[in-house]
């Protein structure tokens, strides 16, 4: 199960990317067919030396087009055996369970990394563990990292070239980037001044998008009237600095979805299925210490988790960390603080006295009661 649960991304990715190529090659395929196709059927009584010409270019093209057919060829014959790599690992993760739970650990931390924009961190690990270098996604994080640079240098042309190359899959994914991107570019357009250029693109661009988007193209189009010093305040999220930053990670939920990457990191979802188990519904007080659905630093993932439901109870000793039953009951010191019986045992040490870790108060060992649970 535990398999099936984190693994999918495995699996999944490189066979979205071979799809991606296989489909790629053949509408480049039957294009060029067609043109060089159409050239010949224009040919009508051409003279010797024409016909020379026609043919020797339309040979050059079609060797041009054998050339990149076989570099598709050997991408995809790649891609292939990448996915017969990753299926006979996951075959054999039952057999070495503890080898693979350890490298599946060194990959959910890459892929956290790469998420974070920590590169440097993520190659460094992965170069310490030769083994998994087949299993990570370093590629597609380094593509897209250029998109996100240029983004972050307010330039959009990366960005749009990226949803012009996927335009058919972003639309099954009813995907607004490219209009969010169009709009950014309008929006820049008239922060420098450049009203003119704005409503040229304004025509441009914006036509396709009228039917799902107008009130945000009226609103928009609002900037041309207002000047910038006092733009109305309904006006002004068009103009906030933020905005690029809205559209990174739009770019980021789009590429994961478009290569069926996880919207969270795979670290945040096995997190996230190990606090729903502890997580009660007396949880996010911040009192228990030993809670990690408590803990300040996971709180925030475990906040919207549903709550596990139990029958019974399980108490586990706050010092020892195991779990309290019949034969290790839990005892009450006279303070009000219950500990393990072999927490007690090993406090006292054969002495009459022993001291409360928690409080420091020196307590009678006769003076200890035992807890019952009912």
Not at 197 to 214: C, L, N, R
Not at 300 to 307: F, Q, R, V
Request: with cysteine; glycine share 4%; proline share 4%.
């Amino acid at each position: 199960d535990e398999v099936v649960a984190l693994e999918h991304p495995l699996l999944k990715v490189p066979y979205e990317m071979l799809s991606k190529s296989l489909q790629s090659s053949q509408k480049l395929i039957e294009s060029e067919l067609k043109s060089v196709i159409t050239k010949m059927s224009q040919l009508k009584e051409p003279s010797p030396t024409q016909l020379a010409l026609t043919l020797t270019a339309l040979g050059e093209r079609l060797a041009g087009l054998r050339k990149t057919a076989q570099d598709l060829l050997d991408s995809q014959r790649t891609l292939m055996e990448l996915c017969d790599t990753r299926v006979q690992y996951l075959a054999g993760a039952p057999q070495k369970l503890d080898t693979y739970r350890r490298e599946r650990m060194d990959r959910i931390l890459i892929d956290y990394f790469l998420r974070e924009g920590l590169y440097d961190s993520a190659i460094a690990l992965k170069q310490t563990a030769p083994s998994i270098a087949s299993l990570v996604h370093l590629d597609i994080f380094q593509s897209s990292r250029n998109i996100e640079q240029a983004l972050g240098r307010h330039d959009c042309a990366p960005a749009l070239q990226w949803c012009a190359d996927n335009n058919a899959r972003l639309t099954k994914l009813k995907s607004t980037l490219e209009f969010k991107l169009r709009l950014q570019q309008f929006v820049e357009l008239i922060r420098a001044g450049r009203h003119a250029e704005a409503i040229v693109h304004a025509q441009k661009h914006f036509s396709p998008f009228a039917g799902k988007h107008m009130s945000e193209i009226q609103s928009a189009m609002a900037l041309l009237v207002f000047p910038l010093e006092t733009m109305e305040a309904r006006y002004q999220p068009l103009l906030i600095a933020e905005r690029w930053n809205d559209l990174v990670s739009q770019f980021r939920r789009n590429n994961f979805a478009l290569h069926s990457l996880t919207a969270q990191s795979l670290l945040t979802i096995a997190l996230q299925s190990g606090l729903t188990v502890t997580k009660t519904a007396h949880c996010g007080d911040g009192t228990s210490r030993d809670c990690p659905a408590c803990n300040t630093s996971l709180h925030s993932l475990a906040e919207h988790l549903p709550a596990a439901r139990r029958m019974t109870s399980t108490i586990v000793c706050r010092y020892l960390g195991v779990m309290m039953d019949e034969n290790n009951p839990p005892m009450m010191l006279p303070n009000g603080h219950v500990y393990s019986q072999q927490a007690i045992t090993q406090l006292a040490a054969g002495n009459d006295t022993l001291v409360d870790p928690a409080t420091g108060d020196i307590c009678s060992v006769a003076a200890i009661k035992r807890v019952y649970v009912l």
